[in-house]
């Protein structure tokens, strides 16, 4: 065992990472592309200095942490470009649309008839027929705002 | 092997470890729940998450999407001790991943329980031919009730739908004979109303012919009553112009018209193709008799030869009586 991750060379390096990559395909969102990553650095590192295996390892392992801020900032730049950012998220993708009253707001809650649905809205008090505008959804719940 | 060596292995094996626990890939359509030291922190969206290995723990892992469950069937009496077999389906959506998570157990059963009490409580309230024929309303309040209970949990219900109402098999059996009497009183109410009809059409126009009749022949009798009158006074205006002249002239002149009309009707009798017998009455006789000369006529009449009657004739009236007149020439 000990024989084997000493026999650990710049080449072996190189295969691992690709190993993993191609794991990183078949089993998609584990990490192992990083961990792929990683074991490239370390057996291209491996080529222009000859560290001892002990410290091969330990910089795979440094290296594989710090690919998390990198991977993170690279998810956050992703996100921000989502093509539908209403998927799942239906509530909010009424704010700012107008619709009538079904049932009068007292004592701020009534319901609008909402895509042959009822959603129950809290709002200042208004009477059936009324429009009002959705400005703010928080889960299920809708707030709305008389719209003149 | 020295220290460093196991060192450097368990260390390479910890960041790997670590990384594959603190990073979380959150598939689309699901919310994962963030638990640290057991109390919920915060919700994972989808997309790649990072959290602290060791503190957080992934709790829940919640289905964003709607979904649709089935309300199984189950037995409800109506208002009017109806028994029907009920079944539905309801379709939810999460909303809030921790609500969901946390303030209720065993969600789906939950919501099944709820529509199924509510199913009983509104259909219960209802009279049997309610429940068959006001299926959106029903689903309508079931899903306003629902809707307001599950709100706690995070969750929207969006539809409630009933599928199937049963009644029990006799019940059908007697809705089918109540509808087929139904209809089959309309076709008897129908067909009375169009006989009734047909006999006061036809009634109707017998009173209008009758009408029309009794007008005809009221209309005749006037005019009949007023021929009649018609000639009463052309009558009375001829015999008082007869007696006018006969109080001017001879009253003798009044048996030459009586003669000459009697003469006339034999004629004609004589003129009739089949009639060759005449029957007259004795006193027609006796007058014939009276009359001396108009015997002559009449066997001159009754007789073949027309010469020996005009001769007769001739001869006949100046023996005629010293009543009648002499002859008149006739004049045109």
């Known amino acids: 065992m000990i024989d084997l991750l000493a026999s650990l060379g710049n080449w072996n390096w190189l295969i691992l990472g690709l190993v993993l990559v191609g794991l990183e395909l078949l089993t998609p969102g584990v990490f192992l592309f990083w961990l792929g990553l990683a074991a490239f650095l370390v057996g291209a590192l491996s080529f222009v200095v000859d560290p001892t295996w002990q410290t091969q390892l330990l910089m795979f392992a440094v290296f594989a942490a710090a690919a998390v801020p990198l991977w993170r900032r690279m998810a956050r730049r992703e996100s921000s470009g989502a093509a539908s950012p209403f998927l799942n998220r239906r509530a909010e993708a009424l704010v700012g649309r107008v619709f009538t009253l079904e049932r009068p707001i007292v004592d701020g809650t009534g319901t609008v008839r909402i895509d042959d649905t009822i959603w129950r809205v809290a709002g200042p008090d208004a009477p059936a027929g009324s429009r009002v505008k959705v400005v703010k959804a928080d889960g299920a719940s809708l707030t709305v705002a008389t719209e003149p | 092997m020295t220290g460093f060596d196991i060192f450097a292995i368990a260390v390479v094996g910890l960041v790997i470890l670590t990384l594959l626990a603190g990073v979380k890939t959150v598939p689309q359509g699901h919310d994962w729940t963030i638990e640290r030291f057991g109390k919920y ?106 809707d307001a209970a599950v709100t706690p949990w995070g969750l929207k219900v969006n539809r409630i739908e009933i599928k199937d109402i049963v009644p029990p098999a006799d019940l059908v059996q007697a809705m089918g004979r109540q509808m087929k009497a ?12 169009g006989q009734r009809q047909s006999a006061i059409l036809k009634a109707e126009g017998q009173k209008q012919s009758q009408i029309l009749e009794a007008e005809g022949r009221k209309e005749a009798a006037f005019r009949d009553a007023e021929a009649r009158e018609r000639s009463a006074e052309a009558e009375a205006e001829a015999t008082r112009m007869v007696s006018e002249a006969i109080a001017k002239g001879d009253v003798a002149s009044l048996n030459y018209f009586i003669a000459d009309k009697y003469i006339k009707a034999f004629g004609q009798l004589a003129n009739s193709p089949n009639q060759k017998v005449v029957m007259l009455p004795m006193e027609a006789t006796s007058m014939l008799a009276s009359l001396a000369g108009i015997g002559e006529i009449a066997k001159a009449t009754f007789g073949d030869s027309t010469a020996p009657a005009s001769a007769a004739r001739r001869g006949a009236v100046p023996n005629a009586g010293s009543k009648v007149p002499p002859p008149v020439p006739p004049q045109g």
């Not at chain 2, 409580?121 to 309508?140: K, W, Y």
């Not at chain 2, 209809?183 to 109303?193: C, F, N, S, T, Y």
Request: no cysteine; proline share 3%.
């Open chain 2, 182 to 193: 139904e209809r089959e009183k309309r076709a008897d109410i129908l067909q009375a109303e």
């Open chain 2, 41 to 146: 922190t915060r919700t994972l969206g989808p997309g790649l998450n990072l959290i602290i290995p060791y503190i957080d723990r992934v709790g829940r892992k919640m289905n964003m999407m709607e979904q649709v469950i089935e309300i199984p069937q189950q037995e409800v009496i109506t208002k009017d001790n109806a028994t029907v077999t009920v079944d539905g389906v309801a379709f939810y959506q999460v909303f809030d991943a921790a609500k969901a998570s946390y303030e209720v157990a065993n969600l789906t059963q939950s919501i099944v329980t709820l529509t199924m009490t509510n199913i009983r409580s509104v259909m219960g309230s209802m009279d049997l031919d309610q429940v068959l024929s006001h299926r959106d309303e029903i689903n309508e309040r079931l899903l306003r009730v629902v």
